[in-house]
């Protein structure tokens, strides 16, 4: 057998102890490196050892915790997904794009951590593994041929069992050779059952492996050495290497399971959305999903995760009693275990991670994106201050992940106007250099912290808020032509009528959900033409890349717009 | 010899520091996987060689030495090359003037490829990083936008109106400020630098580095200041310089591939990284595949 870069057996790659907290181990198979590293939440990641930025090795980098951090340009990659969350170059609209590093498959078990080149075989426990405890050895590294190395460790024992995946049975040791490359192999025993005396055991084992070792380095020596394997690098996909100006139009959709719904406060439902298998897609802080709802609207929740927390998706809904349309809906009709669509997650409310201070201000459901930011801020230990205001009566949602926090959280509590006003002031403080302030509430609240921002020094680069109503104006006075590419159909828009009517006029179904230009439904590829944005779902850069648009509120600044529709 | 492109072939590069090389005495090195030997003759003029049987400090008659590769100075340092390299070394004019304090900065063995740390010498994201509170710190992490050309008639890439806020960006700086950088890349395997001058707001102070690239995997950074700065000493100069290059070292070592790859989609780029983009392209048309992993096709 000669190794392949594809082998898709399982082999362990290093022993859970060498994953101690926030450190990252550099693993190796079959002529890969590997960067290993443990996130608090127990989750193990075997990552291709290098950043996709530059290349720079990820062993290297800084085990955060949920994230692990780049030593060169501070590029954030989440745990679990490997998505890349941050990049401090341009902490403005970074990520634009999805951005992944490469990632293998993973085990734990029996003290053992496993992974393959690929996920063609599934994890398969070894012949007798279970009902042991097992006691995993001292690794020792052998500069020989994997294959050889079984073969010495099959003549230590005459009736020793050969075992699939590098393996063999030797009384109560099991021996795997980890293929490190075609000319490299490193031997992990597990002994079976804790001996009564281990430091002793593991001594005459080390002893006798070390033995091993010094014979069949001689013995390669006196063999020509194999090549090497040589790592494939695999190029990242075409839109990830053009310059990233631009952010492409989503509109799919995965399915998710309602885990859990519970009562978080008064009026405040919250919903938990589990993947139906492995994980969900990265998101950063602030980041919202469209949930597509039972009577066909489409509603905005931003997600109250953590970094790296993607086994599922937390989201607070109001239950408004006089509320109507999409929130009464989650809230009456669906229930445990119902299954709900929802769109990849897209931020329009991104958090600077260099700031010196960061004032989160939230008022009654405005907490979610805020509660996860200031869960990423508390986990890269960075300088914080949330200010939670709630009504009277209403008690304060999602308390306990608030008081997990370390940072100052806040809670203000039935404040009449004016104090909540005078609160503010003071919870700002006067601007200074790398402050930002990131606000999420009902208007009158967003419009406060405007002011009073403004007024005590605050730039408007650093006041940050999110819409999910569409307040401006929206000018309709212009006239044009749309020609639908996919429709054949070429369409004349008046002033005072939407593309969106006029596409209904013409025949043809095309979402819709808030019609003011909030909520992305009807996010159209623009083909050519100037366009005249009015919403304000998408960010800068997407506006500015002139390639997509919503059709509900956006207009041409050209004489004709071509769509793909 | 290892195939080395025929443009790589007629470069200067540059092999050891003029004042470095004690006449008759040997200095042995590396350049483009090939050992060669470097001496000065009794009137400081140097000789490079390929060497033979010589061995680092032999003293040697350097009248002796017959086959002898062509050679130049130039901003303190010595040149040569294995083909027919032109009449003149790339302009650096600031060299010349009067009251600048210009001086070599000293050689470091980096174990990547020359055009790895020249991408790095371009590169300003990584100084809050990497260079954490001298030439830059968080919160100050943002690059704004700059600018971006490969100028035709003068054949370098040039950034321009390159910006960044450092908490010290030169020996003499006391606090923190925005300085402008201008980079121009006038040589495959070198890189100069123009930066706002704490001392004197109307001139810049430059900096260049010029990689010997030793194999296709390693080089060595010589690098040169030429400052208007009155009042840090040399040894303090050199030593900032060597600062800087001390920190950058283990990041370079541990990029893989150790070679430039110059296909688009090997990396992931930034908008931050325009003057990257720009140099591996300018590399790639030239034609230059030594120490970088061409494009295919
Ligand atoms: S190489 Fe990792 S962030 Fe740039």
Redesign the interface.
Known sequence: MTFTLSDPTWYPIASSEDLPFRHVYQGQLLGRELAVWRADDGNVNVWENRCLHRGVRLSIGINEGAELKCQYHGWRYANRSAGCTYIPAHPADAPARRIQNRTYPVREAYGLIWSAANDEQPFRPFPGAEDKDWLPLRPMPVNAEPEDVLAALARLDQYADILPGLSIRSGNVIWFVQPVDAGRAVIRGLLADQPAEPLAELRRYNELLTGLRDRLERAATRKPAPAPLQPIFEKVSADLATMPEIAIPRGNTMTVVVKRKWQSADGVIGFELAARQGHLPTFQPGAHIDVHLPNGMTRQYSITNGPGDLMSYVIGVKAESAGKGGSKVLVETVREGDLLAISEPRNNFPLRRDATRTVLIAGGIGITPLLSMARFLDKSSLPYELHYFVRSGEQAAFRDQLEALHGKVIIHQGLPRDEIAATIATSLGEWSMAQHVYVCGPSAMLESVRATAAAQGWPDEAIHFEYFKNDKVIDNSSSFEIELARSAMTLHVPAGKTILEIMREAGLTVPSSCEQGACGTCLTTVIEGEIDHQDVYLNNSEKASNACMMTCVSRAKSARLVLDI | MPNIDPLTRDLWQVVAATDEITPGVVETTILLDTPIAITRDSTGAPIVWRRTDEEQGDEINPASIAERLPVTSGYGYIWTSFGNPPAELFPIPEYAEADRVNMSCGSIGIHVSAPRAV?NFLDM??F???HTDILGA??????KEYDVEVSEERDEVLATRCRFIQPRAAKSATSAMEVEYVYRVPHPFCSVLYKSCPEDESRRDVIAIFLQPMTEERCRAHLLQSMIDSTSTITDLRRFQQTIFGQDK??LE????KRL?L??????????D?SA?AYRRWLSQKGITYGVIPAAG
């Open positions: 991408e994201g990584h809050p990083y990497v968080e919160p100050h992490t943002e690059v283990p990041i541990n990029q893989f591939p790859p296909d688009p989609r090997s990396e992931t780029p930034i908008r931050a325009k983009i």
